[in-house]
């Protein structure tokens, strides 16, 4: 923060940052598992995007924010790590409203690995529930922009939570159904995967289920997955950097096929874990 590296505990920021006070920012998360990100490139590509869209100014380059987050990992000791690089709009420095005078505020920062689903929920598959919730229309906040919108996940999360379920979908402006609270959703139906098209965050780790379908000849598509359609699917699973492809097994009161975690949904998550010491896929940090 600020160009220096600090204990967790010790980073703070202003109250007046906007970041804070108008959720204007975005922001990228990373992992890292045994010691290797996973995906860094994708994830600074995106990053990068998302602060050019946002009119925002990073004041290191590609290269150095690499060596900042390698070194928050190394400084943190961490080897399985949730890694966050953040640019907040800041504030201005004569109180101006315009956010042309804010100065933009790098920060990034390295905790021990967090999963959406906990180990039991890995083994036993997660129970979730439709929100009727409308996630915020990509016309209003551009998804692509990964952001801090997340009142509309939050009621979804109390929604689901309310009805006995672990976690929540809330739909697209058209009904159908969006993403969850800091995951995407696909379905498998006849051995062809589908997740949603419209108005999600163009995941990371969604891409990496489409890199991987390519790899060992699956069809996976981004189109509309109606309620009902997710509910008769053979197979349910979220991903998420949180956690990596994540088996859902009850939607709402109801059990997804038999119940039990599937088939594609289990060669998936072994792939998925099996290319993170793969070089091709992931990059190493250097350990004091
Ligand atoms: N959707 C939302 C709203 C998210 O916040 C996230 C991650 O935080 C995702 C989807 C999953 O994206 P990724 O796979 O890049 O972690």
């Given amino acids: 923060m600020d160009g220096q590296y600090l204990p967790m505990s010790e ?3 202003s109250v007046l940052d906007w970041g ?7 922001y990228d998360t990373v992992h890292v598992w045994n010691g290797r ?9 995106r990053f990068f995007g998302g602060v050019e869209r946002l009119r925002m100014k990073v004041p290191y380059d590609r290269e150095t924010i690499v060596s900042i987050l390698k070194d928050c990992v190394a400084l943190s000791g961490h080897r399985s790590a949730y890694v966050e690089m953040i ?3 800041g504030s201005s420095p004569t109180f101006s409203r315009d956010p042309r005078q804010a100065e933009n505020r790098f920060i990034a920062f390295a905790i021990p690995f967090g999963s959406v689903a906990n180990k039991e929920q890995l083994e036993k598959g997660l129970h979730v529930a439709i929100s009727e919730t409308v996630r915020i229309p990509p016309n209003s906040v551009d998804p692509a922009i990964k952001n801090y919108h997340w009142l509309d996940l939050v009621k979804g999360l109390f929604d689901a939570y309310d009805r006995g379920a672990e976690t929540a979908l809330i739909l697209d402006t058209n009904g159908h159904i969006a993403e969850g609270p800091g995951f995407n959703v696909f379905v498998v ?20 289920v489409f890199d991987l379908c390519a790899e060992i000849g699956l069809s996976a598509t981004a189109a509309d997955i109606a309620r009902a359609e997710i509910k008769a699917a053979d197979e349910v699973f979220i991903t998420s950097t949180a956690g990596g492809i994540m088996p859902v097994t009850r939607i709402d009161d109801a059990a997804i096929s038999n119940g039990q975690v599937g088939s594609v949904t289990r060669r ?3 792939l998925y874990w099996r290319k993170h010491d793969d070089p091709a896929w992931s990059t190493a940090v250097i350990y004091p």
């Avoid at 804070?20 to 975005?26: E, G, N, Q, V």
């Avoid at 990100?37 to 590509?45: G, K, T, V």
């Fill in 20 to 26: 804070f006070l108008h959720s204007d920012a975005t």
């Fill in 11 to 13: 980073a703070k920021i």
């Fill in 268 to 270: 998936l998550m072994d």
């Fill in 189 to 208: 139906k006849d051995g062809s995967l589908r997740t949603p098209a419209f108005g999600v965050l163009p995941g990371i780790t969604r891409r990496t």
């Fill in 37 to 45: 990100f996973f995906r860094l490139d994708l994830h600074l590509d």
């Fill in 87 to 89: 640019c907040t709009r």
